[in-house]
């Protein structure tokens, strides 16, 4: 059965770093796109980041040039380099998997109904 968990949320102040981790089971993710939501209390669950097999990377505007998004594709696994944190940045992060081929542009990927397989999620709380 497929998997995906989450590690390393946590409580950060602002300006502060944090590392989350997804580490995938139950089948090879390695041809997957792999990407990263948060959902923040009473808001929709938004896209973050996503990486592709072959390292293409992108990103929300609101996390540009904070994050950075990275794969091992050999340990099935995804991690989303947090820095600069800010308050808003306080959400629930998801870690999911999508097939690759489904969409011919990246972009497409930004949206929750591309990715078949997700994570229960890592809390993640910057206070100011």
């Known amino acids: 059965q497929e998997q995906l968990v989450e590690s390393g949320g946590g409580l950060v102040q602002a300006g502060g770093s944090l590392r989350l981790s997804c580490a995938a089971s139950?089948?090879?993710?390695?041809?997957?796109?792999m990407g990263w939501f948060r959902q923040a209390p009473g808001k929709e669950r938004e896209f973050v980041s996503a990486i592709w097999s072959g390292g293409k990377t992108i990103f929300a505007e609101s996390v540009k040039g904070r994050f950075t998004i990275s794969r091992d594709n050999a340990k099935n696994t995804v991690a989303l380099q947090m820095n600069s944190l800010k308050p808003e940045d306080t959400a629930i992060y998801y870690c999911a998997a999508a097939p690759v081929g489904r969409a011919y542009y990246t972009d497409t990927y930004r949206a929750r109904n591309m990715y078949d397989f997700w994570g229960q999620g890592t809390q993640v709380t910057v206070s100011s």
């Open positions: 139950g089948r090879s993710f390695s041809t997957y796109a």
